[in-house]
């Protein structure tokens, strides 16, 4: 049995569609922009530290330089969403107003839309939830058993029956004939929680 990362259980990426960003110049461009601006910083540091006095190692300061615009990056790339601007709605004592402006790198926004989506298609169509939801189900059930009791319904499928309990391991193992409702899911999700 392969591995599965809990991210890659919550997202749904071959039904999702992608979205693609125009590129602005491309790798060469990047890697122009990255050398110019290495180039110019140690320059500068160069010069600033021979005006002082002190004489460093070239290769020494090109890695620093190289270093802090790769920190640099790795931290905007990590940055948190601008909040939004206060233009248009107005707060009063301090509470957030009732529309919120969920952004595309919010994770949990995107894990909830990546089963809100299959989710509504499988209602007209059963075999959807039987092929898409249900082995996800089951590899979270798995997931969970593997992180907190160290076995599988593979490899332990009578210590995972017990731990699932007779409901839930009959759920992943005996594909439905229609979609569950939601409160059938919701007491499943309920099930896998207490995993």
Do not use: C
Request: charged share 25%.
């Amino acid at each position: 049995m392969s591995s599965t990362s809990i991210d890659d259980l919550l997202s749904f990426s071959e039904e999702r569609p992608v979205r693609s960003e125009p590129r602005r110049g491309g790798r060469l461009r990047t890697v122009l922009g990255v050398l110019g601006v290495t180039t110019a910083a140690t320059v500068v540091t160069v010069a600033g530290l021979r005006a002082i006095g002190l004489r460093v190692s070239l290769l020494v300061l090109v890695a620093a330089v190289v270093t802090l615009l790769v920190v640099r990056r790795i931290v905007a790339a990590l940055a948190p969403p601008p909040k939004p601007g206060r233009g248009g709605s107005s707060t009063q004592g301090g509470e957030e107003p009732g529309t919120y402006n969920w952004d595309a790198r919010d994770a949990l926004r995107a894990a909830i839309n990546g089963w809100a989506a299959p989710l509504e298609w499988s209602k007209t169509r059963p075999e959807r939830f039987s092929t898409v939801i249900l082995p996800r189900l089951a590899e979270l059930a798995d997931e969970r058993m593997r992180l907190k009791h160290g076995i599988t319904r593979e490899s332990d499928p009578v210590r995972a029956r017990a731990l699932l309990g007779d409901r839930l391991s009959s759920f992943l193992e005996t594909p439905p004939r229609r979609t569950p409702s939601p409160r059938d899911l919701a007491a499943i999700v309920a099930e896998l929680e207490k995993i």
